[in-house]
């Protein structure tokens, strides 16, 4: 087992492994006198996921313990995680620490055991697959381009438009099953400038430009859904590269 965090890896005593997760959701319903059961009146969410990983450390002295103890806090207490249950793993999970729980049992020698227990919470409740990106060129004209999810769920991408020149961004850039990416007011950028545009970010230069964004597109914007999709990018009088980026998400 081994972290990602602020883009150092950390791996975990040899022992230590994940022993479970919970995966569990909010179902708002509602009851009508006289009917039975209950209606589902509005949307199924799913809540933070809680896990567990725990391993014992043999042939101990308590001074090496300790420093064991503190070295595992000091590198995942309090920080973001990227956390992988193996070595080989092909997903992560985006967590945090909630507690370390260590206690040293004493064996022949001053040797013993050390177990160890850590309790994750995963506000992020998914899986995430390796990250996903596209690079496409443009040339001005309108492209369909096809974009596999290879996740469980829909999951809204990240679109980064490089210039190839001094050009402008405006009105609508793309659109995939009724949703779209339209500005409210357009972007004027030079040769190399990077215009990039989230679920609800928009990042022109070093600035954040978020008014630059159509409310519509920020309150619904363009999701991909799980297997084949085709997204429309409208390149009128823009030349350079697009990206599309995005991080599966599974169960």
């Not at 959701?25 to 990983?53: C, H, M, Q, W």
């Not at 064991?68 to 590198?75: S, T």
């Not at 829909?154 to 609508?172: K, Q, R």
């Amino acid at each position: 087992m081994y972290a990602v965090v602020g883009g150092t890896s950390y791996t975990f005593p040899e022992t230590i492994a994940i022993d479970d997760a919970d995966l569990s959701a909010t179902v708002p319903s509602l009851s009508i006198t006289g009917r039975d059961g209950e209606l589902l009146a509005g949307r199924v969410t799913l809540k933070p996921s809680n896990f567990n990983a725990s391993g014992n450390l043999l042939g101990l002295t308590k001074e090496a313990a300790d420093a064991l103890e503190r070295d595992v806090k000091a590198h995942i207490v309090g920080k973001a995680l990227k956390l992988y249950p193996t070595t080989d793993a092909v997903f992560y999970i985006n967590c945090y620490v909630a507690s370390v729980n260590c206690n040293f049992n004493r064996g022949k020698f001053n040797y013993g055991v050390l177990s160890m227990g850590i309790k994750f919470i995963a506000l992020d409740p998914y899986k995430h697959l390796v990250d996903h990106i596209d690079t496409f060129p443009l040339s001005g004209s309108t492209i369909a381009l096809s974009i596999n999810n290879p996740g469980d769920v829909p999951v809204v991408p990240d679109f980064t438009y490089t210039s190839g020149g001094a050009y402008t961004l405006s009105g609508i850039l793309a659109d995939c099953s009724g949703r779209s990416l339209k500005l409210a007011t357009a972007v004027s950028l030079v040769s190399g400038q990077v215009f990039k545009a989230g679920e609800d970010y928009a990042l022109w230069g070093s600035a954040g430009v978020i008014d630059r964004i159509d409310p519509a597109s920020l309150i619904s914007p363009i999701s991909l859904a799980p297997g084949a999709n085709t997204v429309t990018v409208y390149g009128v009088n823009f030349a350079g590269t697009l990206s599309i980026s995005f991080s599966p998400r599974i169960f």
